[in-house]
């Protein structure tokens, strides 16, 4: 089974453009997160989408967005970039909602704002 | 505020012996915990869990114990082996809530 993919890997933005960001799950994960990692932050939570809708959202400005389409694939947008945004981008998929199911991470977009 | 921290960046350990790598939390509805382990260019991948109910849980190499009055985690890995190092990520979740996680720990384990 396929894993969790991600694209593009790699992308170089300057600041005040926008960039979206593509997650395929899992074959019947229903479940989609987002995650921001950055050096000494850990992971920080951006939201999840479930069957098209989101479910939870964290603690993002408004210039982080996202939607899901019918077949579980998503994507995550961000406007206006600052220098700030510059992070690995993860996307997780579970069958179900988590935390009770094992969420499996893709290996992440990696976002560079000059 | 960090609701979820690991205060050692990063531990290095000979191969063989015990590693323990610590988290602390700050909420006391977190009621489930997890530790991922990552490696360069690669997504965390799920480790093992434990649930507030239980104070030990333990698969293989690896066992997580929780001290629920110190707010307490921490992850002990025996024997050490080489492909041990990573980043280990320690993450909680209060009542079914998304995820919280910790900023990482970088484990080095020695030849």
């Known amino acids: 089974k396929a894993g969790v993919t991600q694209t593009p890997r790699y992308l170089i933005k300057t600041r005040g453009q926008q960039v979206t960001l593509s997650c395929s799950p899992i074959?019947?994960?229903?479940?989609v997160s987002w995650y921001q990692q950055t050096p000494g932050q850990g992971l920080q939570f951006l939201f999840e989408?479930?069957?098209?809708?989101?479910?939870n959202k964290g603690n993002f400005p408004g210039r982080f967005s996202g939607r899901q389409f019918s077949n579980s694939r998503s994507e995550m947008n961000v406007s206006t970039l600052e220098l700030g945004d510059s992070a690995l981008y993860l996307c997780?998929?579970?069958?179900?909602?988590?935390?009770?199911?094992?969420?499996?991470f893709g290996p992440g977009t990696r976002l560079t704002v000059l | 505020d960090q609701q979820v921290k690991q205060n050692s960046p990063s531990l290095s350990v000979q191969e063989g012996r015990i590693s323990i790598l610590n988290c602390d939390y700050t909420?006391?509805?977190?009621?489930?915990f997890l530790w991922y382990k990552k490696y360069p260019a690669e997504g965390p991948t799920f480790l093992i869990s434990?649930?507030?109910?239980?104070d030990k849980n333990e698969d293989g190499r690896f066992t997580v114990f929780l001290n629920k009055s110190a707010k307490h985690l921490s992850l002990h890995i025996v024997p050490s082996q080489p492909g041990d190092s990573a980043v280990y990520f320690c993450?909680?979740?209060?009542?079914?809530?998304?995820?919280?996680f910790g900023p990482g720990t970088r484990l080095s384990v020695l030849p």
């Open positions: 989408y479930f069957s098209e809708t989101q479910r």
């Open positions: 997780a998929s579970s069958l179900e909602h988590p935390p009770y199911n094992e969420q499996f």
């Open positions: 909420n006391s509805m977190f009621d489930y």
């Open positions: 074959s019947g994960h229903r479940s």
């Open positions: 993450a909680a979740s209060a009542q079914g809530q998304n995820f919280v």
């Open positions: 434990i649930s507030s109910i239980k």
